[in-house]
T-cell receptor, first 114, second 111 residues
Framework: KAGVTQTPRYLIKTRGQQVTLSCSPISGHRSVSWYQQTPGQGLQFLFEYFSETQRNKGNFPGRFSGRQFSNSRSEMNVSTLELGDSALYLC?????????????FGPGTRLTVT | AQRVTQPEKLLSVFKGAPVELKCNYSYSGSPELFWYVQYSRQRLQLLLRHISRESIKGFTADLNKGETSFHLKKPFAQEEDSAMYYCAFTGGESGYSTLTFGKGTMLLVSP
């Protein structure tokens, strides 16, 4: 099976702009989670979608949002970018079923805000 | 709040030496614990899941509920083991669909 893919891999934006990141999960996986990775804070959970519904949300401001489509692909949007949003954004997929809690990660999107 | 602690930011050993990467978690229920590894320029990948009790690349980890620990061990380190290792937890108040990560331990194995 193909792994989790994320596009774009690199992105440079200016403060105040908005950005959309995309994630395609492993075929058959219905759960998609997003994480932010920074040197200072490490890996932090943003949100998780399952069958097009947000099932869990981390402690991030409302500028961070996401959605999931019927084919399980997911997008994450960050509005009004701040310098502190510079990070590696990771997407992970999981089958979402009972007892199947392993998450498989994509390569990430490196976002730089200037 | 549930938390995962990896006390060492960096662990440096010589090839052939035993390795133990420490992980402690704060949760009194039945968590699911994982170890993930990130090699240089590669994606984060699952190394071990406690419930499977298997050995991957010579690594093992035992869940100790009394000490709330899930330390990762390998009897003889290899240079290719050099990587960033993250302990992760799911369960508890956030349910089983999110992962809480420790800050990670960088393992450096010297020849």
């Amino acid at each position: 099976k193909a792994g989790v893919t994320q596009t774009p891999r690199y992105l440079i934006k200016t403060r105040g702009q908005q950005v959309t990141l995309s994630c395609s999960p492993i075929s058959g996986h219905r759960s998609v989670s997003w994480y932010q990775q920074t040197p200072g804070q490490g890996l932090q959970f943003l949100f998780e979608y399952f069958s097009e519904t947000q099932r869990n949300k981390g402690n991030f401001p409302g500028r961070f949002s996401g959605r999931q489509f019927s084919n399980s692909r997911s997008e994450m949007n960050v509005s009004t970018l701040e310098l502190g949003d510079s990070a590696l954004y990771l997407c992970a997929s999981s089958s979402g079923g009972w007892g199947s809690y392993e998450q498989y990660f994509g390569p990430g999107t490196r976002l730089t805000v200037t | 709040a549930q938390r995962v602690t990896q006390p060492e930011k960096l662990l440096s050993v010589f090839k052939g030496a035993p390795v133990e990467l420490k992980c402690n978690y704060s949760y009194s229920g039945s968590p699911e614990l994982f170890w993930y590894v990130q090699y240089s320029r590669q994606r984060l990948q699952l190394l071990l899941r406690h419930i499977s009790r298997e050995s991957i690349k010579g690594f093992t980890a035992d869940l100790n509920k009394g000490e709330t620990s899930f330390h990762l061990k390998k009897p003889f380190a290899q240079e290719e083991d050099s990587a960033m290792y993250y302990c992760a937890f799911t369960g508890g108040e956030s349910g089983y669909s999110t992962l809480t990560f420790g800050k990670g331990t960088m393992l450096l194995v010297s020849p």
